[in-house]
T-cell receptor, first 116, second 114 residues
């Protein structure tokens, strides 16, 4: 059974701080790992990291995948109040899991609160 | 706008009542999913449909049924609602062979069972 563990579960920082969110995973024949941001409603896609790409960057957000240690981190630099959200990490079934097996397994999320 | 549409957005049920949550996507995606989200529990898969005509149980299927009506529509039914089913429900879709953008989620249904 695939497993995703995120830490910390919640985090409160001040504007301008840098934060690191953690995600460890267990999946046979790893395919990819995805990060989502959830504000008040539905999660929105941030990054996908695969076995062939270990780092992604988008403005103040960046994410690294460590295939050996089976974890990923999401870094947010110079945080703003608009970064306040729940950040979710997820993995699809591994390669060879079966036809049509694309259901994501999510971690419990990290709730980030950025104080002005 | 293209995307995933869920209805209703809010619903209050009495214990034992039944209801159907509707979901439709207009992106021609093959796969559709129903998740529930509870505080501190993340998103948990209820049922999914890898393609039109197929459905499979996820992590927490008890108390629910689904119907993949056609390629666009995937409904979730609660036959006899229980307070434990109070949650926020999300429908999502994906192109089965393309993980570049992951899922597209609907805006959610907040369900309260009293």
């Amino acid at each position: 059974e695939d497993k995703v563990v995120q830490s910390p579960l919640s985090l409160v920082v001040h504007e301008g701080d840098t934060v690191t969110l953690n995600c460890s995973y267990e999946v046979t024949n790893f395919r990819s790992l995805l990060w989502y941001k959830q504000e008040k409603k539905a999660p929105t896609f941030l990054f996908m990291l695969t076995s062939s790409g270990i780092e992604k960057k988008s403005g103040r957000l960046s994410s690294i995948l460590d295939k050996k240690e089976l974890f990923s981190i999401l870094n947010i630099t110079a945080t703003q109040t608009g970064d306040s959200a729940i950040y979710l990490c997820a993995v699809p079934p591994g390669k060879g899991a079966g036809a049509g097996s694309y259901q994501l397994t999510f971690g419990k999320g990290t709730k980030l609160s950025v104080i002005p | 706008n293209a995307g995933v549409t869920q209805t209703p957005k809010f619903q209050v049920l009495k214990t034992g009542q039944s209801m159907t949550l509707q979901c439709a996507q207009d992106m021609n995606h093959n796969s559709m999913y129903w998740y529930r989200q509870d505080p501190g529990m993340g998103l948990r898969l209820i049922y999914y449909s890898a393609s039109e005509g197929t459905t499979d149980k996820g992590e927490v299927p008890n108390g629910y049924n689904v119907s993949r009506l056609n390629k666009r529509e995937f409904s979730l039914r609660l036959e006899s609602a229980a307070p434990s089913q109070t949650s926020v429900y999300f429908c999502a879709s994906s192109e089965a062979h393309e993980w570049r953008w992951g899922y597209t989620f609907g805006s959610g249904t907040r369900l309260t069972v009293v």
